[in-house]
């Protein structure tokens, strides 16, 4: 399973931006989809998940402010980040958990994508 993010970019405090990353390969498939990020210097957190059926769960710190949704069509999970803060300065990772073709589960994470929030 290969995942694919984008949309990360310098934004000012207060703007938006909008994380999206696709997931391609051989798989039956997508159960979980989630972000995580992790800023310099800190471990890596998890941001928002969403599950196979729309359930949603957020980081306390992003409650709010950011929305995690997903196109099963395109097996694709998005992030909505509005009303950004310097604290969301990070490098964000998609993680998804898959179904293979074999039924075995698959975590993959993506590659990163940075995102910059300036005062």
């Known amino acids: 399973v290969q995942l694919q993010a984008s949309g990360g970019g310098l934004v000012q405090a207060g703007g938006s931006l909008r994380l999206s990353c696709t997931a391609s390969?051989?798989?039956?498939?997508?159960?979980?989809m989630a972000w995580y990020r992790q800023a310099p210097g800190k471990q890596r957190e998890h941001v928002a998940t969403?599950?196979?059926?729309?359930?949603?769960n957020y980081a306390g710190s992003v409650k709010g402010r950011f929305t995690i949704s997903r196109d099963n069509a395109k097996n694709t999970v998005y992030l909505q980040m509005n009303g950004m803060e310097l604290e969301d300065t990070g490098t964000y990772y998609c993680?998804?958990?898959?179904?293979?073709?074999?039924?075995?589960?698959?975590?993959?994470w993506g590659p990163g994508t940075l995102v910059t929030v300036s005062s």
């Open positions: 969403i599950t196979s059926g729309g359930s949603t």
């Open positions: 993680n998804i958990e898959a179904i293979l073709s074999s039924g075995q589960l698959s975590y993959s």
């Open positions: 390969g051989s798989f039956s498939s997508v159960n979980r």
